[in-house]
């Protein structure tokens, strides 16, 4: 692929993630909890236990960027946090069991409707490109910082000539 179809590709797929997170945003309760909160607690349910420092960084945003939205998780009971014993001005984050139960049912909606949209509107063989497409995609995500430069800790990618030859197969053989 030369570099004006990369970057024709990297346009095309920077506007269907642009508008497909439009669309899971419209699918969110309206009386549910806001995409930061959401994305704080997705990382605390992945990851485990967090600083406030360390979640700000895992949404590229300042520390106090997230105080407010940390408070109010606090307030209703959906994370707590503890002191560090070795640094008592460090508190550490953790999801509760009620947050778990309100990212489960908030990020449920909208797997549902994915899942429902991509089954009416996409044969088998395209929701297998996407099942690969999701997996480079985050392989894309992990890889990079704010760098062109890849993160140290994310594992060499592996190779994914099988499956993608497979999906491409089932696309375009005659069953």
Same mark, same amino acid.
């Given at each position: 692929?030369?570099? $004006?179809e *990369?970057?024709?590709?990297? !346009?095309?797929?920077?506007? +269907? %993630?642009?508008?497909?997170?439009?669309?899971? /945003?419209?699918?969110?309760?309206?009386?549910?909890?806001?995409?930061?909160?959401?994305?704080?607690?997705?990382?605390?349910?992945?990851?485990?236990?967090?600083?406030?420092?360390?979640?700000?960084?895992? $949404?590229? *945003?300042?520390?106090?960027? !997230?105080?407010?939205?940390? +408070? %109010?998780?606090?307030?209703?009971?959906?994370? /707590?946090?503890?002191?560090?014993?070795?640094?008592?001005?460090?508190?550490?984050?953790?999801?509760?069991?009620?947050?778990?139960?309100?990212l489960?049912?908030?990020?449920?909606?909208?797997?549902?409707?994915?899942?429902?949209?991509?089954?009416?509107?996409?044969?088998?063989?395209e929701?297998?490109?996407?099942?690969?497409?999701?997996?480079?995609?985050?392989?894309?995500?992990?890889?990079?910082?704010?760098?062109?430069?890849?993160?140290?800790?994310?594992?060499?990618?592996?190779?994914?000539?099988?499956?993608?030859?497979?999906?491409?197969?089932?696309?375009?053989?005659?069953?």
């Amino acid at each position: 692929m030369d570099d $004006e179809e *990369l970057r024709a590709t990297a !346009v095309s797929l920077r506007r +269907a %993630a642009v508008g497909l997170a439009r669309r899971l /945003r419209e699918e969110r309760p309206a009386h549910g909890l806001g995409a930061l909160a959401l994305s704080l607690l997705g990382h605390l349910h992945r990851r485990g236990a967090m600083t406030a420092g360390e979640l700000a960084s895992a $949404e590229h *945003l300042q520390p106090q960027s !997230v105080t407010r939205v940390l +408070a %109010a998780l606090d307030e209703q009971g959906l994370i /707590r946090r503890s002191r560090d014993e070795d640094d008592r001005r460090r508190h550490h984050i953790v999801l509760t069991e009620r947050g778990t139960a309100i990212l489960t049912e908030q990020a449920g909606t909208t797997d549902v409707w994915l899942a429902q949209a991509m089954a009416q509107r996409l044969t088998p063989a395209e929701c297998r490109i996407l099942a690969v497409a999701a997996d480079l995609l985050d392989q894309l995500h992990a890889s990079t910082a704010r760098s062109d430069q890849p993160h140290p800790s994310t594992p060499r990618p592996k190779d994914r000539t099988d499956q993608v030859s497979s999906v491409f197969n089932s696309l375009c053989l005659p069953e």
